[in-house]
Structure formats: structure tokens, C-alpha cells
């Protein structure tokens, strides 16, 4: 696996690589990563990564400082799985001055995440609009569980006319049904174990047995602070109606000091 990290040296690598599939990740890898990187392979014989944690897209009261950072194990874990390309570029080759042009999402980015993030989704598509065009594959794979991110990143493509298809991802979980996730291993052993139900209550919303607000209140009634339980129009995630069949549970939460977000089609 070669390791790049500056742009100068990824574009020589790209120059001399076919077909890429790419998968970009803030690192702190786990099997949910492993997961796009394998679907990645299906995509392209050459799979590159990139581990870039974004300050652009954390609010100055969130966690970028202590986002986990274990490039090593990172390492070991992507040469294991056959990737041929890491870019992992320090903050000032990415952004070597403040970044004052960003991309400017639709108005479905100052909602859900956005509502209790502000200013998430300009950070996320502004990145990613970089990273693709640092690394110009011909795929990218971005997973289902940061589903409305997904849908942001897909919309950018298409209005942007990006030269890139991007593939969805599946969740993937825990045994107990936690979506895995960095910020899991925030969690106490107690928040650990209390973590599942999050996921337990919105397999409920989907399946009819609970409303939203049911969930909302459940999560509050053991001690969470839910920001939001929502069910969405997969297509464009608006509100739905009765004639749209194609949904999604949507639902961000904070447990202890921990937020951990999930989403459920259905
Ligand atoms: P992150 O490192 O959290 O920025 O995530 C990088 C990519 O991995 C994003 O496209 C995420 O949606 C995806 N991802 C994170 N967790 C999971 C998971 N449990 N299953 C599948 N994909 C995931």
C-alpha cells in the first residue's frame, strides 16, 4: 500500500492506476469501513482511502480534538485488506489557507443533522468535493448510516456534474444492532450496554409498533438526549406522505457525552 501525503504524489500515483474506487474516512477504522473498502474492490481493481479528519465540519464545541486518531492500526488494517492507496494529508495541505470557498448545500442540509449541527453539511460536501478532486476516482462509497449525508453527496454529484458515481454502503452493526461507529468507543461499559436500544427502538418505528415521538420519549425516559427521531422520504428526505412507500428511519441521539446517529430504511 502506498501512503501519500500530499496531492503532488497521489496525482503521480492516480496517473499510473486504472479504474479507482474510492472511500473516504476521518479514520479510527472499523468493520463498517472494512465493509465500503470491500465494496469498493467490487467497483475497481485499485481502491484508494483517505484518513483526513475535518475540521470543517466540527462545531468549535464538538470533538475534534479528541476524535480518535490511530493511523497505525489504520495502516495495518487497510494493507490487510489489499487497498492500494492511502491519502492521508495534513490539515495544511488540504487546507493551506482558511478555506473561504465552500459548497453551498440545498436547504435539506440545515435540517435534521443540520438543525443541531450548523454549518455540518457545508464542512462534509466542501471536503469531499476536495478529496474527490485530489483523488478523481471513477467511484466513490459513502455508507447508509450517515444516510443523510450520503443523499447530500449524491445531490452534490449530480448538480456539480462531478465525474463520479457514487455507491452506497450498507450499515454495518454490532451484534446487538449498534451501527459501528468511532464515537462508540467513547462509550462507558454501562453506555455501552445501554447503546442498542437506540437502533431496538427505531427497528420498532419502522416496523409500525412505535411512532417517532414514542421513540423520543423512550430514549428520554432512560436518560438519553435525543435530538431527533424522524421518518423520512428516502428520495429527497422530505416529510412523507401516504403515498410514498420507500422510507427511513433517521435518528441522532446523545448518550452520556457520546452522539451517535443511525438510520434504518425501510
Ligand atoms: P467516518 O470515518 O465516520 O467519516 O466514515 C467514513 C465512511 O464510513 C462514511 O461514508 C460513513 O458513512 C461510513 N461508515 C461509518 N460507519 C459505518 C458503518 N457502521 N457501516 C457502514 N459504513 C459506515
Not at 476521518?26 to 483526513?52: D, K, Q, T, Y
Not at 493511523?71 to 490539515?91: K, N
Not at 435530538?227 to 435518528?251: F, H, I, M, Q, W
Amino acid at each position: 500500500m502506498q501512503i501519500t501525503n500530499d496531492v503532488e504524489s497521489l496525482r503521480r500515483a492516480r496517473a499510473l492506476a486504472g479504474v479507482c474506487a474510492f472511500v473516504p474516512t476521518m479514520g479510527n477504522l472499523h468493520e463498517g469501513h472494512l465493509s465500503l473498502v470491500r465494496l469498493a474492490r467490487r467497483h475497481a481493481p485499485f481502491v484508494a482511502v483517505s484518513i483526513f479528519v475535518n475540521r470543517l465540519q466540527f462545531q468549535p464545541s464538538e470533538d475534534f480534538d479528541r476524535y480518535p486518531r490511530t493511523f497505525e492500526r489504520d495502516c495495518r488494517m487497510l494493507e490487510a485488506e489489499g487497498v492500494s492507496l492511502l491519502f492521508a494529508p495534513d490539515e495544511k495541505v488540504l487546507y493551506p489557507q482558511p478555506q473561504a470557498y465552500r459548497v453551498a448545500p440545498p436547504a435539506i442540509a440545515d435540517d435534521l443533522e443540520g438543525r443541531f449541527r450548523p454549518g455540518f453539511f457545508v464542512g462534509v460536501t466542501t471536503v469531499v468535493l476536495k478529496l474527490l478532486n485530489c483523488v478523481q476516482p471513477e467511484v466513490a462509497v459513502f455508507g447508509k448510516k450517515d444516510y443523510q449525508q450520503l443523499m447530500l453527496i449524491q445531490g452534490m454529484a449530480r448538480a456539480l456534474d462531478l465525474p463520479v458515481r457514487i455507491v452506497p454502503g450498507e450499515t454495518v452493526r454490532e451484534p446487538d444492532g449498534l451501527a459501528m461507529s468511532s464515537r462508540n468507543g467513547y462509550l462507558t461499559p454501562a453506555e455501552r450496554a445501554e447503546a442498542p436500544r437506540l437502533s431496538r427502538l427505531m427497528r420498532e418505528v419502522a416496523g409500525g409498533s412505535l411512532t417517532p415521538e414514542g421513540a423520543v420519549q423512550e430514549l428520554m425516559g432512560h436518560n438519553w438526549k435525543p435530538d431527533y427521531v424522524e421518518v423520512r422520504r428516502r428520495e429527497d428526505l422530505g416529510v412523507p406522505t401516504s403515498d410514498n412507500r420507500e422510507k427511513v428511519v433517521l435518528a441522532a441521539a446523545r448518550l452520556g457525552a457520546t452522539r451517535l446517529i443511525d438510520s434504518l430504511e425501510f
